[in-house]
């Protein structure tokens, strides 16, 4: 088991570039979400996913699209990069039953 | 609306000093609480929840309904317990997980 993976690792984006960020989990795990994670504001929720084909928005969704076509994946899409999304990002999956979340190592994006 | 406040950033003590970290809560309905740490270089995981009230690496942690708060607790800090820790609660049959802003904890020998 894998668990959850995240890639890349690190990237850097210049203001206005699109990129997607991937996430994966082979736990078959219904619930997935994504949380960014910045010095003196803790892990915010930015998007999330009840199950393939449901997802709702977090805490701080403005910038990020996501879809979730499968189980397994749960890409996070910037459209158009700006210096406010510098951060760290985790993906996160957990089951129906038990509510213990599984993180992703993280990917750092710098937008220069 | 779910909110967790750590009010503390930064926490240093001595080795076999004792530890609490504060959290505290705003839910209306019956949440379910927990602690998650990430040490340097590892990933993000859940140290205990109050569900289960059991201890874990010496921690425990009792959720206080009428003081919403939910502190972790060590009676002797140890050097390997240095690490980030999160607050979190998720609501009853809710779906998400917020997590407070995080307290860095540095154990000094």
């Known amino acids: 088991n894998a668990g959850v993976t995240q890639t890349p690792k690190f990237q850097v984006l210049k203001t206005g570039q699109s990129m997607t960020l991937q996430c994966a989990q082979d736990m078959n795990h219904e619930y997935m979400s994504w949380y960014r994670q910045d010095p003196g504001m803790g892990l915010r929720l930015i998007h999330y996913s009840v199950g393939a084909g449901i997802t709702d928005q977090g805490e701080v969704p403005n910038g990020y699209n996501v879809s979730r076509s499968t189980t397994e994946d749960f890409p996070l899409r910037l459209l158009s990069a700006a210096p406010s999304q510098t951060s760290v990002y985790f993906c996160a999956s957990r089951d129906g039953l038990v509510n213990e979340q599984f993180f992703g190592p993280g990917t750092r994006l710098t937008v220069l | 609306a779910q909110r967790v406040t750590q009010p503390e950033k930064l926490l240093s003590v001595f080795k076999g000093a004792p530890v609490e970290l504060k959290c505290n809560y705003s839910?209306?309905?019956?949440?379910?609480l927990f602690w998650y740490v990430q040490y340097s270089r590892q990933r993000l995981q859940l140290l205990l929840r109050h569900i289960s009230r059991e201890s874990i690496k010496g921690f425990t942690a009792d959720l206080n309904k009428g003081e919403t708060s939910f502190h972790l607790k060590k009676p002797f800090a140890q050097e390997e317990d240095s690490a980030m820790y999160y607050c979190a609660l998720s609501g009853s049959g809710a779906q998400k997980l917020v997590f407070g802003q995080g307290t860095r904890l540095t154990i000094n020998p």
């Open positions: 839910y209306s309905g019956s949440p379910e």
